[in-house]
């Protein structure tokens, strides 16, 4: 095998040049609301209610990078570009990050886990059980998630049946 059909192969399995320092690109730029949180609490710039500003700042985040992930494919089908897809993987996984952070942040800062008034909260919200219920359906994608454990073996159909059913 030539040296230029060994590059033109290695190139295929791997995608265009540019992918690898977007992602890296994109994984920095993903990590900035979580930065403007820190920073925002180390400088006293979280408000009057902090738990407030960053329960409704990480829920926020967690749906901007839902819309993100789902508007990938779309995208990728528009413009052709396919390796679009290969950003979806790292998206979808920053929404579930953001997503345990806000949950976090409700059930332990804003209620001490303290299961009675959530129950009260639900009653009065029911937004935070539609909330939970999204929350629990992101739990088996995310967990499906990793190449390693789903792509290499048999199990790679059953992700996309739950990919599909979501």
């Given at each position: ?80 570009v396919n390796a679009l897809a290969r950003f ?17 942040t409700y059930i332990w800062f804003d209620k ?55």
């Amino acid at each position: 095998m030539s040296s230029a059909s060994q590059l033109k192969t290695t190139r295929a399995a791997t995608g265009p040049r540019w992918v690898v320092p977007a992602k890296v690109i994109v994984f920095i730029a993903m990590l900035f609301p979580l930065a403007r949180i820190v920073v925002l609490g180390m400088t006293g710039g979280l408000g009057a209610n902090p738990i407030e500003f960053i329960t409704r700042s990480t829920g926020l985040w967690t749906l901007v990078y839902l819309c993100i992930t789902l508007a990938i494919t779309s995208l990728r089908r528009l413009t052709g570009v396919n390796a679009l897809a290969r950003f979806r993987r790292m998206i979808g996984l920053y929404a579930f990050f953001f997503a345990v952070l806000h949950c976090t942040t409700y059930i332990w800062f804003d209620k001490w886990f303290d299961v009675t008034e959530i129950l009260k909260d639900i009653g009065k919200r029911p937004f935070i059980t539609v909330g939970f219920a999204a929350f629990v359906l992101l739990i088996p994608l995310a967990a499906t998630s990793p190449k390693a454990m789903w792509c290499a073996s048999s199990a790679g159909a059953g992700r996309r049946c739950i990919g599909r059913s979501m």
